[in-house]
């Protein structure tokens, strides 16, 4: 089974302050269609989780461009440039190449 | 409206059975693979099986295998998850998920979830 771990596990970030956090997977996400299988998923306090990045980095419609996401193979960051209150919840990578599917164990964010 | 709803969640003794369900609606249901993805208290997520639209490729994580059975009627646009044999450790809130088209493969469409509690 692929791996994936998240750090930080916690961030208390100041509004209009960046954030980053890095996603590590145990195997290489790059498929041989040339695509490559990592997500981002962001869960608010009482809600359901929801998708905000996919294949690394293409913004789902509606994502504020404030989020953005880099990385290859192995190693994947989620950036936030400036943190606002409605970003607070808990983020999720996921990778999508192979069965089981994984996530990692979340990054939670608050607002300090 | 385009959305998930389960239900079955409830307070099961170990070792005992439960049908999760999850009805969808607004969207042509036969063409999108699920997901059933599971949350313990205060715990992150973690997905536990997957089903194709036609029900040919079904896939579940090892703590699950033997245990628990991903299903689905299309007439009736639903999805299913028969739990048995049930742990302590299977306490979560499980949440139905919808794959995107277009072979993007991540999880569009979430439900709000359905308890399940295992205790004696």
Known sequence: DIVMTQSPLFLSVTPGQPASISCKSSQSLLHSDGKTYLYWYLQRPGQSPQVLIYEVSSRLPGVSDRFSGSGSGTDFTLKISRVEAGDVGIYYCL??????RTFGQGTKVEIK | EVQLVE????????GGSLRLSCAA?????????????????????????YITGSSSAIYYTDSVKGRFTISRDNAKNSLYLDMNSLRVEDTAVYYCARVALAGRGYFDLWG???LVTVSS
């Open chain 1, 95 to 100: 990778q999508g190449i192979n069965f089981p």
């Open chain 2, 7 to 14: 239900s079955g969640g409830a307070l099961v003794q170990p």
């Open chain 2, 25 to 49: 609606s607004g969207f042509t249901f036969n063409i999108f693979s699920m997901n059933w993805v599971r949350q313990a208290p205060g715990k992150g997520l973690e997905w536990i099986s």
């Open chain 2, 112 to 114: 709000r979830g359905t």
